[in-house]
């Protein structure tokens, strides 16, 4: 398996995970880079709250090192 293909189910993976807990990510966009263990993500969501369970649920996975929430952004006016 290649190390593109690795990094698109890992991103595939949390996705559907966010998904299952009911969150709320309008526009959401996931990629992993295994090269520094950095997930990427970005969208709408509606609230700090939000971020901070998106924050968690992407760092529990193996290999993740960081997560990057920059572009994530609350509607709330965050």
Known sequence: ?????SES??????TRILASHGLVIAG???SFDSTIGTV?????????E???????LCGSFAGV????????????GA
């Open 65 to 76: 090192r960081t997560v990057d929430v920059v572009d994530l952004v609350s509607s709330a």
């Open 40 to 48: 990427m993500v970005s969208g709408v969501v509606p609230d700090a």
């Open 9 to 14: 189910i890992l991103a595939d993976a949390i």
């Open 50 to 56: 939000t971020v901070g369970k998106v924050t968690a």
């Open 1 to 5: 398996m290649t190390q593109a293909r």
């Open 28 to 30: 959401l966009a996931v």
